[in-house]
Nanobody, 115 residues
């Protein structure tokens, strides 16, 4: 069993920044892709960004140029640096890890962009 612990969410004004972190609790697991998804009220969960073990990244068009995903393989940690935040970025952000043993989700962290 793998547990994902997310942190870094909160309340920020439009144009502000936040950095999310997600740590996979169990070491010595073969993690492939790590990613961030989000779900706003009344909407489906959507991909924000993901990064492969080799460092290849994918971003949703809505966050390109504003968000940056990175990972520290030694620490089983993935980060999401979010800059120039907009009202429409408000959502619960979920970490997801794909591994040889299965697919795991974090519990979610709330990001609220409000003036």
């Amino acid at each position: 069993q793998v547990q994902l612990v997310e942190s870094g969410g909160g309340l920020v004004q439009p144009g502000g920044s936040l950095r999310l972190s997600c740590v996979a609790s169990r070491s010595r697991i073969s993690i492939t892709t790590m990613g961030w998804y989000r779900q706003a009220p009344g909407k489906q969960r959507e991909l924000v960004a993901r990064i492969t073990s080799g460092g290849t990244t994918n971003y949703a068009d809505s966050v390109k140029g504003r968000f940056t995903i990175s990972r520290d393989n030694a620490k089983n940690t993935v980060y999401l640096q979010m800059n120039s935040l907009k009202l429409e970025d408000t959502a619960v952000y979920y970490c997801r890890v794909d591994s040889a043993g299965g697919l795991y989700w974090g519990q979610g962290t709330q990001v609220t962009v409000s003036s």
